[in-house]
């Protein structure tokens, strides 16, 4: 019989460490339930190893039994209290109600008081157990006393139970039966049979039922998880589409009120409106030309090509400061008034940021700017506002330059009649390395069809 109580007791010790490895890594559980339910197989391991000790260690063979076996004992007689008040613990955070958990955690306080206050005095007194002169075991005098200790905690825990009866479901049910049915079977069997030690095992079944139990509702859980994850990212599919919908329409809005507020601004000063267009399409043939080449290989991006075509309207904004009598004046602008004219270039890009500040890519918003304050610079250090020189003069600016400055040969103003395209190419041609960046000049001139093509095509309209 010694040798079968020893083989389930190491079996016992090998299901709770299956268990317990299995149950330190996942998450499945509430944090309370995970802690308890591995300090209780951690106590049923503890308990199965010191029941083994007790059997092996029992009787007076060697010096080593006397130290051993009522260390062991002791130490078993604490485990086989423990687990139940653990379980205990563990069923009220399972059920997860606050109705006579404060009178139940008071009780379980005073039975466990009184449970190791008469286990510590056991040793002296042989009052739950007794160890003979030859070392051999058997129960004390009041060895009852673990029979109604036990009884008291099944109490506190059935009235605990009782009273929350109306939220207990099935699958409640299932587990407190589990740690009710086993344990307590195995239990009566141990009482009926004395040298039969089988208390660890109805615990061991108990913990492989909660195991069995929790891994199926964890299954359950990750379906519904996965059904509800496939809803919420048709969901989220959806509202993305709304919002890439909303973020089109936004930046459509954003670029015709752009436009419009060009327009305006360019109207005043007796264009047919068209310049902003016209010039927006030059700069993105040029940029796209530019970037097909190789040219400004770290500058030049889709991205940046993009905004550039967005910014290239703005580039006139600063003439809203500028008096109507200059914009619209028919001859040659005195030294004051270019002055004064010029102003629109510093005032451009303070504009900008006043606008645009907030609400747009940062980026865009530089390149805006630089458009708006630098596209009157020349590649000799000779424009204005900043006398900038040579690549010291924004990309942006510089595309735009070779656009404004081609727009504004070829188109019609109050103080001037339209050159012929031949006559257009060739000052920009001598402007190359004066006026305008050389490598973005021999780009243009290598597309001045396109570019004609785009002007005629505006014609009429």
């Known amino acids: ?107 379980l306080w005073i039975i466990l008081i009184f449970y190791f206050a008469c286990l510590a005095i056991t040793p002296y007194t042989d009052l739950l157990y007794t160890i003979d002169a030859n070392n051999n075991y058997s129960r004390g005098k009041c060895f009852y006393l673990i029979i109604i200790v036990q009884i008291l905690l099944y109490a506190d825990i059935a009235t605990y139970l009782i009273i929350n009866r109306k939220v207990l479901t099935r699958k409640h049910s299932m587990i407190i039966g589990s740690f009710i049915f086993f344990p307590q079977i195995a239990q009566i069997i141990q009482l009926l049979h004395y040298g039969i030690s089988i208390i660890n095992a109805g615990y061991s079944m108990a913990f492989i039922m909660l195991f069995i139990h929790t891994s199926r509702d964890l299954e359950e ?43 305006l601004v360019e109207n005043r000063d007796e264009d047919t409106g068209e310049h902003v267009r016209r010039t927006r399409a030059y700069v993105e043939l040029l940029a796209i030309q530019l970037m097909k080449n190789g040219h400004y290989p770290n500058i030049l991006t889709p991205r940046y090509v993009r905004f550039l075509k967005r910014a290239a309207p703005m580039h006139d904004i600063g003439k809203i400061v500028v008096p109507d009598a200059i914009l619209k004046k028919p001859g040659r602008l005195t030294h004051s008034e270019f002055a004064l004219m010029k102003r629109h270039a510093s005032e451009g890009g303070r504009i900008v940021h006043e606008i645009l500040d907030g609400y747009e890519d940062p980026e865009y918003i530089q390149i805006t700017a630089d458009i708006a304050t630098h596209h009157h610079e020349k590649w000799n250090g ?80």
């Open 1 to 107: 019989m010694r040798l079968v109580n020893i083989s389930i007791d190491i079996y016992n010790i090998l299901i709770g460490t299956v268990l317990f490895i299995s149950l330190v890594p996942n998450h499945y559980m509430k944090e309370r339930l995970r802690t308890c339910f591995n300090l209780m197989i951690i106590i049923n391991i503890i308990m199965s190893a010191a029941d083994a000790l007790t059997m092996h260690y029992e009787g007076p063979s060697n010096p080593l039994n006397f130290t051993v076996f009522p260390a062991a004992m002791f130490i078993y007689y604490c485990m086989s209290c423990l687990v139940i008040t653990v379980a205990a613990i563990q069923l009220v955070f399972f059920v997860d109600q606050k109705k006579f958990r404060k009178p139940f955690y008071i009780i």
């Open 221 to 263: 859980n990750l379906e519904n998880a996965e059904v509800n994850l496939d809803e919420k990212e048709n969901e989220l599919n959806d509202k993305l589409s709304e919002i890439e919908n909303s973020k089109l329409q936004f930046i459509k809005m954003q670029n015709h009120t752009i436009e419009s507020l060009s327009n």
């Open 382 to 461: 000779t424009g204005y506002p900043g006398k900038l020189v040579g690549e010291a003069i924004p990309l942006s600016a510089r595309i735009m330059a070779i656009a404004d400055v081609f727009d504004a040969l070829v188109s019609p103003r109050v103080y001037k009649s339209p050159m012929s395209y031949d006559e257009a190419f060739q000052i920009i041609e001598e402007g190359i390395g004066v006026h305008f960046d050389p490598v973005i000049a021999r780009e243009f001139l290598n597309i001045k069809e396109k570019a004609a093509a785009i002007n005629e095509s505006y014609k009429g309209k």
